[in-house]
């Protein structure tokens, strides 16, 4: 089986940077895709960040200009840098990978969450 696990997060100041990792253990023949997830409180999950097999990658709005995703093929890992934060970066961080395991079909897996809390 698969499973991700995350860490970084925690309490930043806003102005400065936070940097999460999300890496993949287990059966992993392909990764096909990765992303990172936040949900602030009553708020929906929604897409920060993307990066394609190819490394391709896209940003939403709120992150554009001042965060950057990379991974870490050797290593099935996946990193956020969000720089100049704000409070509303204020959230719980869920990484999302697409994997192939065992079998010919890919599934997305999803890391248990890390809180990030932006203080002004």
């Known amino acids: 089986q698969v499973q991700l696990v995350e860490s970084g997060g925690g309490l930043v100041q806003a102005g400065g940077s936070l940097r999460l990792s999300c890496a993949a253990v287990?059966?992993?023949?392909?990764?096909?895709?990765m992303g990172w997830y936040r949900q602030a409180p009553g708020q929906q999950r929604e897409l920060v960040a993307g990066i394609t097999y190819g490394g391709t990658t896209s940003y939403a709005d709120s992150v554009k200009g001042r965060s950057t995703i990379s991974k870490e093929r050797a290593k099935n890992t996946v990193y956020l840098q969000i720089d100049s934060t704000k409070p509303e970066d204020t959230a719980v961080y869920y990484c999302?990978?697409?994997?192939?395991?065992?079998?010919?079909?890919?599934?997305?897996?999803w890391g248990q969450g890390t809180q990030v809390t932006v203080s002004s």
């Open positions: 999302k990978m697409s994997i192939r395991s065992t079998g010919s079909v890919a599934n997305d897996y």
């Open positions: 287990g059966t992993i023949y392909s990764i096909y895709s």
